[in-house]
C-alpha cells in the first residue's frame, strides 16, 4: 500500500507543478513507483510540464462510470505514471465519495506513492485535493503574499486530516527583500523540508517540455529537488560538486555582465 501526498500552496504560480513533476522524477529515479494525478484544473500544465500530450481518459471518466482508472493512467518520463483530472474537481465531487476513496485505494495499491499537484486558493477544488491526500507538502515563495496563503492552505488542511510533512521554500534568492529560511519557519510554524533555489534552467525545462531534473541534473534547482526526494524516503544522496567556471566565462561576466 502507497502513500499520498498532496503538493498545495495557497498562492499559484510558486511552483507546486514544478516541484509535483520533478520530485516524482527524482523519487522514480531512487526506485520507486510513482503516479501523479494533475488535480490542477484551471491551470493543469502537469502535461506541459512533462512534455505529455493526448491524454484524452480522465480520472473524471472513471469516477462517471465511463472509464477503468487502468486507461487513465499515462506513462511519462523515468518511469512515473500520469493521471490527468479532466474536467472540474467539481464534477468529482459530484461523484459519490466512495466510489473517489476507492479509486484512490486502487490506485495506492499499485504505487508506491501518488503525488496530487493541487490547484492555487481555497475553493472546492483544493479542498478536495487536500481531502484526498494523507501526507502535505506546503510550496511557497519567501515572500510575505505567499506566507499567508500557505498558512491558510495548512490550518484548512490540519482541519481536513491531512499530516503536514513541511514547506518547501522554492525560488529562493530571487529578491534581496526574501524572508529568511527562520523567518518562514517562525511564520508558518511548519518543518523546512527543502529550500529551492531561483534557477533559470527551471524555465527553460518547462520551455522544453522536459522537467529540470531530466533536462539538467546537475543544475541547483534539480540537486535540491534530488535531495529532498532522498530525505523523504531515507536514501543517501550526494550531491554533486559544483562545475568551476572557466576562467573566460568569468572574465566575459566580470566585463560585460554575462553573455
Ligand atoms: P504552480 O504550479 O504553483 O502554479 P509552476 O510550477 O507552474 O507553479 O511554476 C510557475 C512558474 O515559475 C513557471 O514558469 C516555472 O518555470 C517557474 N519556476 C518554478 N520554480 C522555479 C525556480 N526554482 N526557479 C526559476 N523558476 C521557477
Ligand atoms: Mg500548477
Given amino acids: 500500500m502507497g502513500i499520498s501526498i498532496t503538493i498545495a500552496s495557497g498562492k499559484g504560480g510558486v511552483g507546486k507543478t514544478m516541484l509535483s513533476s520533478n520530485l516524482g522524477i527524482a523519487l522514480s529515479q531512487f526506485g520507486k513507483d510513482v503516479t501523479i494525478l494533475d488535480a490542477d484544473i484551471e491551470m493543469a500544465n502537469l502535461e506541459l510540464h512533462l512534455g505529455l500530450e493526448g491524454m484524452k481518459v480522465a480520472l473524471h471518466d472513471v469516477l462517471a462510470g465511463e472509464a477503468d482508472i487502468s486507461q487513465a493512467v499515462y506513462n511519462g518520463p523515468e518511469g512515473i505514471k500520469v ?15 466512495e466510489i473517489l476513496e476507492e479509486v484512490l485505494g486502487k490506485l495506492l495499491k499499485d504505487t508506491d506513492i501518488l503525488i496530487i499537484d493541487a490547484p492555487a486558493g481555497l475553493g472546492r477544488n483544493v479542498v478536495t ?131
Fill in 83 to 97: 493521471i490527468p483530472a479532466g474536467i472540474s474537481l467539481e464534477g468529482l465531487r459530484k461523484a459519490d465519495p
Fill in 129 to 259: 485535493a487536500l481531502a484526498a491526500g494523507q501526507e502535505l507538502i506546503i510550496v511557497a515563495n519567501p515572500e510575505i503574499s505567499s506566507m499567508s496563503d500557505a498558512l491558510k492552505t495548512k490550518i484548512v488542511a490540519a482541519k481536513l486530516g491531512s499530516h503536514i510533512l513541511g514547506t518547501v521554500l522554492n525560488r529562493v534568492g530571487y529578491d534581496k527583500t526574501d524572508l529568511t529560511v527562520q523567518e518562514v519557519q517562525l511564520i508558518l510554524e511548519t518543518k523546512i523540508l527543502a529550500t529551492i533555489p531561483e534557477d533559470p534552467e527551471v524555465r527553460r525545462s518547462a520551455a522544453f517540455g522536459s522537467p529540470v531534473i531530466v533536462r539538467t541534473p546537475n543544475s541547483p534547482a534539480a540537486i535540491a529537488v534530488k535531495k529532498l526526494a532522498a530525505d523523504l524516503i531515507g536514501k543517501k544522496y550526494i550531491p554533486p560538486k559544483p562545475r568551476k567556471e572557466s576562467f573566460m566565462k568569468r572574465l566575459v561576466n566580470g566585463l560585460f555582465g554575462g553573455i
